[in-house]
Protein backbone atom coordinates (compact mmCIF):
# COMPACT_ATOMS: atom_id res chain seq x y z
CA UNK A 1 0.00 0.00 0.00
CA UNK A 2 2.63 2.38 1.15
CA UNK A 3 4.89 1.59 -2.38
CA UNK A 4 1.24 1.42 -4.10
CA UNK A 5 2.35 -2.13 -5.20
CA UNK A 6 0.05 -5.33 -5.28
CA UNK A 7 -0.20 -9.14 -6.29
CA UNK A 8 -1.92 -10.09 -8.60
CA UNK A 9 -2.79 -13.46 -10.22
CA UNK A 10 -1.56 -14.33 -13.79
CA UNK A 11 -5.11 -17.11 -13.93
CA UNK A 12 -8.28 -15.37 -13.84
CA UNK A 13 -9.47 -14.38 -10.64
CA UNK A 14 -8.14 -13.19 -7.07
CA UNK A 15 -5.17 -14.44 -5.53
CA UNK A 16 -5.79 -17.85 -3.76
CA UNK A 17 -4.58 -19.31 -0.15
CA UNK A 18 -2.04 -21.81 -2.14
CA UNK A 19 -0.74 -19.03 -4.05
CA UNK A 20 -0.21 -16.96 -1.32
CA UNK A 21 1.75 -19.58 0.66
CA UNK A 22 3.53 -20.97 -2.26
CA UNK A 23 5.14 -17.24 -2.87
CA UNK A 24 5.90 -16.88 0.32
CA UNK A 25 7.55 -20.47 0.86
CA UNK A 26 10.76 -18.83 0.78
CA UNK A 27 10.80 -16.21 3.36
CA UNK A 28 11.22 -19.47 5.23
CA UNK A 29 14.97 -19.81 5.02
CA UNK A 30 17.26 -17.28 3.63
CA UNK A 31 18.87 -19.68 1.49
CA UNK A 32 15.66 -20.25 -0.65
CA UNK A 33 15.13 -16.25 -0.88
CA UNK A 34 18.77 -15.94 -1.90
CA UNK A 35 18.28 -18.66 -4.84
CA UNK A 36 14.70 -17.36 -5.37
CA UNK A 37 16.49 -13.85 -5.83
CA UNK A 38 19.30 -14.92 -8.18
CA UNK A 39 16.71 -16.67 -10.04
CA UNK A 40 15.07 -13.69 -10.98
CA UNK A 41 18.73 -11.77 -11.78
CA UNK A 42 19.69 -14.75 -13.82
CA UNK A 43 16.52 -14.55 -16.27
CA UNK A 44 16.66 -10.90 -16.63
CA UNK A 45 13.04 -10.83 -15.71
CA UNK A 46 10.63 -9.07 -13.10
CA UNK A 47 9.39 -12.13 -11.62
CA UNK A 48 11.00 -14.33 -8.72
CA UNK A 49 10.77 -17.77 -9.18
CA UNK A 50 8.27 -18.25 -6.39
CA UNK A 51 6.22 -15.91 -8.45
CA UNK A 52 6.23 -17.97 -11.64
CA UNK A 53 5.55 -21.53 -9.69
CA UNK A 54 2.38 -20.09 -7.99
CA UNK A 55 1.46 -18.02 -11.07
CA UNK A 56 1.19 -14.64 -9.22
CA UNK A 57 3.10 -11.24 -10.08
CA UNK A 58 3.73 -8.01 -8.41
CA UNK A 59 2.57 -4.93 -10.32
CA UNK A 60 2.06 -1.67 -9.28
CA UNK A 61 -1.17 0.42 -8.77
CA UNK A 62 -1.34 4.07 -10.53
CA UNK A 63 -3.51 6.14 -8.27
CA UNK A 64 -6.26 8.16 -9.61
CA UNK A 65 -6.56 11.95 -8.70
Known amino acids: ILLHLCVKSTKKGSVTLSQAVLRNVTKIS????????????FKKGTQRY???????????EVQRA
Not at 30 to 41: C, F, G, N, P, R
Open 30 to 41: SLLLILDVLYML
Open 50 to 60: AEVLSKTMVIE
